[in-house]
């Protein structure tokens, strides 16, 4: 993202603000097929565009392997069986080994408490796929089959209703945000494929017969719709930043009554009390929150007290795969800054879905031995550099959190949606280096200054898997 694109981005609260005045204005949540409100289909695609900031870099699969992955599945229905719990995950989740074989960091620990589960994997980034092979637990289920499924029939026809209702939204639309609005085409596309999408669900869910539905994204509208269609309790787990501006969950009071017609969860699994009073603060929230802490958390801490500290300063830096140009420059920046006679480590990890291509950072950092880049499908994973790591630096990410989690003193790099994460700043819970020359400043003086001191289960409560089992009455 180039600078003038960043000045014109908007803030999240901006966001917020604007995206929950036109939705109350024109009262979106109205229009419903199927019995489901459809508007939240297309909240986040809105709040991409009214913020100027989008996300891009996905790895998917080609064409062809998710034909195959696709006919794999459709044997794979055959092999359907009964179970309790039926939980859909990403296969980017599977960044860490244990005994060899990589785990999803999201459910596997919690699977193998519970034990009856069903398990559908999203094939989300291709770099990962050959983990599937040596996964801690297989998936049952990838969700190709479906997608490829539910997007044909979403282009074969559409039915009355579908189309009055993508007309009336896309003229709403229109009228807010002129040529940057959804069209009524798109808005129809969305629609149907979540139409289908959700049948295809119901009918897997009647073979299954679960209790629970448990997920790791706010995007899954379909198969979350199909789980309370048909009474079963679906439950999202918290797996990034949430917080009152997020275009998932800034549902403002207005949205309150048409809460059992939108297909979102029943219930919310977070990681800490930070994370319910941001969500409390929209007026939407109540009941659906569960404190439960994270997992992953968890074991992290206690490696953290158990492993040894690496010798040499070791900062871990984590993109977002988001204004790279700028981190890059920054980093450079920082690097002339620092000097080389300091004993020092910077580990770059990039995102595993958005940072399509370690090319950019490999050139800029050719010169720098000390500098590691890593993508985010290369060992080690983040969660263990951070067990080892002195010094944690990103722009507006989760990890900032984490690495308050973990005991890991964080820094702010001001780049773009960094105003996020300021209030970590201001409450002494984080460092924030406005310039190259800020961040030389704190890596230099690290062993000679005290780091900001926070609650760390204000953000990650404790005895994660103890609280999920107790929420589900294990």
């Given at each position: 993202?180039?600078?003038?694109?960043?000045?014109?981005?908007?803030?999240?609260?901006?966001?917020?603000?604007?995206?929950?005045?036109?939705?109350?204005?024109?009262?979106?949540?109205?229009?419903?097929?199927?019995?489901?409100?459809?508007?939240?289909?297309?909240?986040?695609?809105?709040?991409?565009?009214?913020?100027?900031?989008?996300?891009?870099?996905?790895?998917?699969?080609?064409?062809?392997?998710?034909?195959?992955?696709?006919?794999?599945?459709?044997?794979?229905?055959?092999?359907?069986?009964?179970?309790?719990?039926?939980?859909?995950?990403y296969l980017s989740a599977r960044g860490e080994q244990e005994g060899g074989l990589f785990k999803d960091h999201f459910f596997d620990d919690l699977l193998r408490e519970i034990g009856e589960y069903f398990k559908i994997e999203s094939l989300n980034n291709k770099a990962f796929l050959p983990r599937s092979d040596a996964a801690l637990i297989r998936s049952d289920l990838t969700?190709?089959?479906?997608?490829?499924?539910?997007?044909?029939?979403?282009?074969?026809?559409?039915?009355?209703?579908?189309?009055?209702?993508?007309?009336?939204?896309?003229?709403?639309?229109?009228?807010?945000?002129?040529?940057?609005?959804?069209?009524?085409?798109?808005?129809?596309?969305?629609?149907?494929?979540?139409?289908?999408?959700?049948?295809?669900?119901?009918?897997?869910?009647?073979?299954?017969?679960?209790?629970?539905?448990?997920?790791?994204?706010?995007?899954?509208?379909?198969?979350?719709?199909?789980?309370?269609?048909?009474?079963?309790?679906?439950?999202?787990?918290?797996?990034?930043?949430?917080?009152?501006?997020?275009?998932?969950?800034?549902?403002?009071?207005y949205a309150a009554r048409f809460r059992r017609c939108m297909?979102?969860?029943?219930?919310?699994?977070?990681?800490?009390?930070?994370?319910?009073?941001?969500?409390?603060?929209?007026?939407?929230?109540?009941?659906?929150?569960?404190?439960?802490?994270?997992?992953?958390?968890?074991?992290?801490?206690?490696?953290?007290?158990?492993?040894?500290?690496?010798?040499?300063?070791?900062?871990v830096v984590t993109a977002q795969g988001t204004d790279s140009e700028a981190l890059i420059a920054f980093l450079l920046a920082f690097l002339s800054l620092v000097g080389t006679p300091l004993p020092f480590h910077l580990y770059v990890k990039l995102h595993p879905v958005y940072d399509t291509s370690r090319q950019p950072y490999d050139a800029a950092f050719l010169p720098h031995r000390n500098v590691h880049v890593l993508l985010g499908s290369e060992p080690p994973s983040t969660f263990e550099l951070l067990a080892r790591a002195h010094l944690h630096a990103s722009i507006a990410s989760t990890c900032h959190y984490e690495a308050l989690g973990l005991g890991v003193p964080t820094v702010i790099l001001p780049l773009s949606g960094y105003e996020n994460v300021l209030h970590l700043y201001h409450s002494g819970h984080a460092f924030l280096a406005q310039t190259p020359r800020d961040l030389s400043d704190i890596v230099q003086r690290l062993h000679n200054m005290n780091a900001p001191v926070c609650s760390a289960d204000h953000y990650f409560r404790p005895d994660a898997i103890e609280n999920i089992k107790r929420e589900l009455g294990l």
């Open positions: 993202m180039s600078a003038n694109s960043r000045s014109r981005a908007i803030s999240a609260a901006a966001v917020r603000e604007r995206i929950c005045h036109i939705e109350s204005k024109h009262d979106l949540l109205q229009y419903m097929v199927d019995g489901w409100c459809v508007w939240p289909l297309l909240r986040t695609q809105v709040a991409v565009r009214l913020a100027n900031h989008p996300l891009v870099g996905n790895k998917h699969l080609t064409r062809r392997k998710r034909l195959s992955m696709a006919v794999q599945d459709a044997c794979r229905l055959s092999r359907v069986r009964r179970a309790r719990y039926v939980v859909e995950s969700t190709s089959l479906f997608e490829l499924v539910s997007g044909f029939l979403a282009r074969t026809g559409c039915a009355g209703r579908v189309r009055t209702v993508a007309e009336s939204l896309s003229q709403c639309l229109h009228q807010e945000l002129g040529p940057n609005a959804l069209t009524s085409g798109a808005i129809e596309r969305t629609i149907l494929r979540f139409l289908w999408a959700k049948r295809l669900y119901s009918w897997l869910l009647k073979r299954i017969d679960p209790e629970f539905l448990l997920v790791a994204d706010p995007g899954e509208h379909d198969i979350v719709a199909a789980a309370k269609e048909r009474g079963v309790v679906a439950i999202e787990f918290q797996h990034g930043f949430v917080d009152r501006n997020h275009s998932s969950y800034s549902w403002s009071a297909p979102i969860p029943d219930r919310l699994f977070i990681y800490g009390t930070h994370w319910e009073e941001e969500l409390v603060a929209t007026g939407f929230w109540r009941e659906e929150i569960c404190v439960v802490g994270s997992p992953r958390i968890d074991q992290y801490r206690a490696v953290r007290s158990t492993a040894e500290p690496m010798k040499d300063i070791a900062l």
